[in-house]
């Protein structure tokens, strides 16, 4: 096969496989409250935590940076948290620029620390760290086709129960955000590092 279109490959079954739930889960509460309408905001986000993916994958591979695997364990649930919280209690500011920067700024940061997660895997695949672009590039390539693909589902079931059963926005937010920050609360409390 091609290495190419294996690190495509690669990355879109790690974004896609329901084992990684939690990226899947990271995904649902960041679209918790947009609707489709919204798609170029949800595009960015995707993009912004696709970027962060990508930024420690590299900083990893080429030895620059590394984090205990118990540590990012821990982390990756903390961001889901975070973001449900987020979509709670920050929906209420005025300012709308203001909040889809700072949401924007977290998909980023948090994609660093979900890059952490599967940098290790990617790391120990590249035997020569001269040729990691290519590698680099289709991985990356893939871990955004398998989010849109993810996001595309995400935002349709919102669709549904939006405008067909005609659910309230706050009652949708707070029920997948309440959700994730649940399941995500349990998994910080299973993998806690200290």
């Not at 949800?42 to 540590?71: K, Q, R």
């Not at 979509?87 to 994609?111: I, P, Q, R, T, W």
């Not at 290790?120 to 893939?142: E, T």
Request: net charge positive.
């Amino acid at each position: 096969m091609n290495p190419f279109r294996f690190y495509l490959k690669l990355g879109f079954e790690h974004i896609s496989n329901l084992n990684g739930y939690d990226h899947i889960l990271f995904l649902i509460v960041l679209c918790a409250v947009y609707r489709i309408q919204q798609w170029k905001k949800i595009l960015i986000l995707v993009t912004a935590f696709t970027i962060g993916h990508s930024i420690t994958l590299a900083l990893v591979s080429f030895d620059l940076f590394n984090i205990p695997s118990s540590i990012i364990k821990f982390l990756i649930p903390t961001t889901i948290f975070i973001t449900a919280l987020n979509n709670v209690l920050g929906s209420n500011l005025k300012e709308e620029f203001a909040n889809m920067s700072k949401n924007y700024f977290m998909a980023l940061f948090f994609g660093l620390i979900h890059g952490m997660d599967f940098s290790n895997y990617f790391k120990a695949l590249i035997l020569d760290k001269s040729s990691i672009i290519k590698p680099l590039f289709g991985f990356n390539l893939g871990i955004e086709f398998g989010q849109l693909i993810v996001v595309f589902f995400i935002i349709s079931i919102s669709f549904f129960f939006l405008n067909v059963i005609k659910a309230k926005d706050r009652d949708w937010n707070l029920f997948i955000s309440g959700a994730a920050a649940g399941i995500s609360f349990i998994s910080m409390l299973e993998n806690k590092f200290w």
